[in-house]
């Protein structure tokens, strides 16, 4: 039900909630249009409220079924949706999109264009319907203005669209129909909040308690535990304890979402049914614990385990056409054919965003899930194997970025085993595949950037580059492009581009070269 509003004169009724109601200076009518594009998606609509009239009046949870449960045990003659339900629709009560490119079913999403006048005219309130809390009014408003502004694209910054970005179109509208997500989102914005202004954590922990007690409602309810409000709520709170150092709370979280996965039949037809929950479990759960908590799937496409793109499965570990200092390259099969597809893959096909992330969340889960040595000839090729397994992983990290929580942890533990992996690799491995090991070594800077280990992969980068006669930078692009590269057209010529910003750091480290 849409919360009261003071009633101080009737243009009040319709004026947007400004920034000075959230002890800001007052915007102006240009800076609150503006506000509303950022703050109304596509789908919002007069209305955010997702249950139905009866459900709403009585402040009771709707299952958002036609007729809904509550009203079909109260034999309602009727059961009205200020909003059509989701189950309307085609694509089930827990299915998710990411193209923000919806058919106008009133489903999810609507074209914005349709609400533009709408929106300039300031005629309604965003706000004007979600969960209680026991935050006063005007602080909930500013957490709300701070996760769809600032923690959406932290969470998710390959799409910087607020139409399509999942966190937005999905995430969302979930979290304004469910008292337990909506508190946990809440939290993720306070916790950013409180941490900025270092002046203690009194309302996150409020929210803390709150979201812990509402996911256990959700849990101990049959009908609620397993759908995606509650996964998706379980493992963020995950992510909160393990950022906080309560590991065994967030190891009961991680345990706890696992089972759910499994009772939803597995990673992959829960990526099919939900795409936004399964993204983020499957990744989450893998760079809070450094260890891959699902299997992958083989090119058989078998199973119920973390599924490859279709481009991976076009892509061939073919070795043809490729530079001497590979083709006797001696390393595990596992690790050599994920380096040699990638390798295709890259110079093959153009990635989406959407299709860079699913890519790298397999490609790690296969590199570092547990793998058997008994069958590897030698040492020498164990730590060879090693060398380029940690090297490939950290490349991945570093086209991917950030997303949903930082993965600086994992970035630092591969960090420290490459350095470790290349002091151990023999001789005749610097001598005869020197520009891999290059390759390996500016990966190495990357990655290390900011930390202790820095500046020893910078001294060997320059080492070998001398010893491979490189001057300037575009030789030594063109030697890193050759190995391992990925490619796009789009983030190439664009200064503001991860691949950009790659290119420049790399630069910086080698501006003279002996």
């Known amino acids: 039900m849409a919360r009261s509003v003071d009633r101080q004169d009737s243009r009040s009724l319709r004026r947007p909630p400004t920034l000075s109601s959230m002890g800001r200076p007052a915007t102006t009518t240009h800076e ?18 997702r249950s139905c009239d009866r459900c709403a009046k009585a402040k009771a949870s709707c299952d958002l079924r036609v007729p ?11 059961c009205v949706y200020a909003n059509e339900p989701l189950t309307s629709t085609s694509t089930g009560p827990n299915s998710t999109t990411y193209s923000g490119k919806a058919a106008n079913d009133g489903s999810i999403a609507l074209p914005f264009d349709m609400f533009q006048e709408t929106i ?26 701070h996760f769809l502004s600032d923690i959406t694209f932290q969470y998710y910054p390959l799409d910087p669209d607020m139409s399509s970005n999942p966190f937005v179109v999905s995430w969302w509208p979930l979290a304004l129909g469910d008292p337990a997500l909506f508190h946990v989102s809440l939290q993720t914005a306070c916790l950013d909040l409180e941490l900025k202004a270092q002046r203690g954590f009194l309302n996150s922990e409020i929210l803390m308690n709150d979201s812990v007690s509402l996911v256990r409602q959700r849990v101990e309810n049959p009908l609620l535990r397993y759908k995606d409000e509650t996964m998706d709520s379980v493992v963020t709170l995950a992510a909160i304890e393990y950022g906080k150092r309560h590991i065994d ?13 499994q009772s939803r039949g597995g990673i992959q037809l829960l990526k099919l049914i939900s795409p936004l929950t399964a993204r983020m479990v499957s990744w989450v759960l893998l760079i809070l614990t450094q260890i891959p908590q699902f299997d992958v799937q083989d090119d058989f496409s078998v199973g119920d385990a973390i599924a490859p793109i279709p481009q991976w499965l076009e892509a061939t570990t073919s070795q ?12 595990d099969p596992l690790v050599g054919g994920v380096f040699f597809r990638l390798r295709n893959l890259f110079r093959q096909h153009h990635l989406s965003t959407t299709d860079l992330h699913d890519l790298t969340c397999f490609v790690l889960h296969k590199l570092l899930l547990p793998s058997s040595t008994a069958d590897l000839r030698s040492p020498n090729i164990l730590e060879t194997s090693q060398c380029v397994r940690h090297a490939t992983a950290l490349y991945m990290l570093n086209i991917h970025g950030t997303t949903y929580f930082s993965h600086a942890e994992l970035q630092w533990s591969l960090v420290s085993k490459l350095r470790d992996n290349i002091e151990s690799v023999p001789g005749l491995f610097m001598i005869h595949h020197r520009p891999l090991l290059l390759w390996i ?67 910086d480290e080698i501006k003279t070269v002996a």
């Open 320 to 331: 043809d056409q490729i530079p001497p200092y590979l083709v006797d390259l001696q390393l």
């Open 249 to 261: 709370a967030a190891k009961m979280h991680i345990d706890g979402v696992k089972g759910m996965v």
């Open 68 to 78: 809904c449960t509550r009203c079909l045990k109260r034999k309602a003659t009727d």
């Open 120 to 145: 300039v005219s300031n005629s309604f309130d965003p706000f004007d319907s979600y969960p209680n809390t026991r935050l006063p009014r005007a602080y909930v408003q500013q957490l709300m203005q």
């Open 32 to 49: 609150r249009c503006l506000l509303h594009k950022r703050f109304i998606p596509s789908m919002m609509r007069r209305t955010l409220r």
């Open 441 to 507: 070594l500016f990966v190495g800077i990357v990655a290390s950037y900011g930390t202790p280990h820095h500046p020893w992969f910078t001294t060997e980068a320059e080492l070998f580059a001398s010893y491979m006669s490189l001057q300037t930078w575009d030789e030594t692009a063109l030697s890193l492009e050759e190995v391992l590269w990925f490619k796009s057209p789009e983030m190439s010529t664009s200064k503001s581009s991860w691949l950009d910003s790659y290119r420049l750091q790399i630069r």
